[in-house]
């Protein structure tokens, strides 16, 4: 089984789909693929002492960004405008492996903070983008 490095991993950003710009200063990436509910089936003739479960309906997926913030930059400005308009954006998000696998999302910037502000430091941000539904995988 091949190990992946994280170094190298791209982050694609647009107001229509399959965008092609990439965010610069990407310093650190989480995805959630989302998590489902699930709802107890546990009933008088289970059999055994365990709770039983079935799924249901599954959240969105959702992109957790850290960058080393340029507010002068047209991607950074993109991720603040997006994160104050609210408005439906699309998201690309690419291992560094040889296939390239990657994963398509539109939904819209939920959530900007930027913190960590030390003097020996550097200005960063952090940003969510929340997909509106499912995903696209590609290997």
Same mark, same amino acid.
Do not use: C
């Given at each position: 089984?091949?190990?992946? +490095?994280? +170094?190298?991993?791209? !982050?694609? #950003?647009? %107001?229509?789909?399959?965008?092609?710009?990439?965010?610069?200063? !990407?310093?650190?990436?989480?995805?959630?693929?989302?998590?489902?509910? =699930?709802?107890?089936?546990?009933?008088?003739?289970?059999?055994? &002492?365990?709770?039983?479960?079935?799924?249901?309906? +599954?959240?969105?997926?959702?992109? %957790?960004? =850290?960058? !080393?913030?340029?507010?002068?930059?047209t991607d950074h400005a993109w991720?603040?405008?997006?994160? %104050?308009?609210? &408005? %439906?954006? #699309?998201?690309?998000?690419? !291992?560094?492996d040889a296939g390239s696998a990657?994963?398509?999302?539109?939904? /819209?910037?939920? /959530?900007?903070?930027?913190?960590?502000?030390?003097?020996?430091?550097?200005?960063?941000? =952090?940003?969510?983008?929340?997909? /509106?539904?499912?995903?696209?995988?590609?290997?």
């Amino acid at each position: 089984m091949a190990k992946v +490095k994280a +170094k190298g991993v791209v !982050l694609k #950003y647009g %107001d229509s789909a399959s965008p092609t710009t990439t965010i610069a200063q !990407l310093a650190e990436v989480s995805f959630e693929n989302g998590q489902w509910d =699930r709802v107890e089936t546990t009933t008088h003739d289970t059999s055994g &002492a365990v709770k039983t479960y079935a799924p249901t309906l +599954k959240e969105p997926s959702s992109l %957790d960004v =850290r960058v !080393l913030l340029d507010p002068a930059g047209t991607d950074h400005a993109w991720l603040i405008a997006a994160a %104050d308009s609210g &408005a %439906d954006k #699309y998201m690309t998000f690419v !291992l560094p492996d040889a296939g390239s696998a990657q994963w398509a999302l539109v939904g /819209n910037v939920t /959530n900007m903070s930027i913190g960590g502000l030390t003097p020996g430091g550097f200005v960063e941000a =952090r940003f969510t983008f929340s997909a /509106n539904a499912g995903h696209t995988f590609t290997a």
